[in-house]
């Protein structure tokens, strides 16, 4: 055969068996990562729903974590994922409020407290994120809170990095949308026994302080005025709420129940003369606003002012509701209005094991120092 005629024949084979080498060196050299650029080569995949019915598919078990919006990083932290978190948010690195009246500065949350690291971890954005600066962490997995489902997709996208979107629930009415949260973010990182104990302490946390008062005869329950709550800031004396989480769990008088179904209010002045109530509770994240208040004279006519039944309590709802902070205001508040009941129980020491047993360190003596802590508001 004709040397020329032989090498034309060959050139196509030769060329495609080329095009076949090149392809495979290029795909060797730039296997696809998994979101975040970080590859999952080898690593168990997983499919979770999350709270706003979304499926996600990413890395089980990621070592780099985000939590971003009020609650995700508590629920890290009570899952005790806290040293896989890469970035935080804005209101988990600043002092916040530092310049509002009343209110202290600083990251005082329990979970804060209890692991001060977190607030140097690097920034990525505000409460809803920033999709670049959370790429440049390279996170597997971004927990967040208080985003719609169409938020949540964009943030996804934006940033190349799966998103859960959770809820923070409370441990009222909303118990199970937390529990669930919790749940699906342990299922993601590989810790459902420890969403198993957290769950199950906090359920018999609040069974035992059902047992210990839902036998109380009515005429045996003082009535109850929580004053100065806050809610986006320090409020005054006014500002209460008809669901005080904390009183309802040990079936508390609320005096203010009567004006709304739950969540922050403001009430008349007059309404409040006309409760009187027995024993007054003070959200102490409003300090300075309620003790100007109270040197009202007309508030100095009140029975529990007179008598020196007016206490401080520790604020819970700071960047969504702090569960342990709920408990520990329950047990000091049942100490008050039961102290029969409660005669066994040391509030503070109490308060040490709910903040140990969920964010892994006794923090109240810093909470005290803080806030007040669990003694006469005259005292604080």
Known sequence: MNIKKSMKLHIPIIVMICGILIAGFFSAGCSTPAPGGTSSAGREMITVTDMMNRTVTLVKDPQRIIGIGAGSLRMIVYLQAQDNVVGVDMREQTAQNASSSGMPSGIDRPYNIAHPDLASRPFVGAITGDPELIATQKPEVVFVTFLAGKDAVALQEKSNVPVVALVSGDLGKNRQAFYNSLRTMARVLNRETRADEVITYINATLADLQKRTKD?????????????????????????????????????????????????????????????????????????????????????????????????????????????????????????????QFADVDPAAKADEIYTRLDGKPVYPEMKAIFGGFIPFDEI
């Open 216 to 340: 109380i005869p009515a005429e045996k329950r003082p009535t109850v005025y929580i004053g100065g709550i806050a809610f986006n800031g320090a409020h005054g004396f006014l500002s209460t709420d008809p669901a005080y989480a904390p009183l309802s769990l040990v079936n508390g008088n609320n005096v203010a129940a009567v004006a709304g179904s739950g969540g922050q209010i403001m009430v008349d002045k007059e309404k409040l003369l006309v409760w009187d109530p027995d024993v007054i509770f003070v959200d102490e994240a409003s300090f300075n606003l309620v003790k100007e208040d109270l040197k009202d004279p007309v508030y100095q006519s009140l029975k529990a002012v007179k008598s020196g039944n007016v206490y401080g309590v520790m604020p819970y709802n700071w960047y969504a509701n702090n569960y342990d902070t709920v408990l520990a205001d329950a047990y000091y508040i049942g100490k008050i209005l039961y102290p029969e």
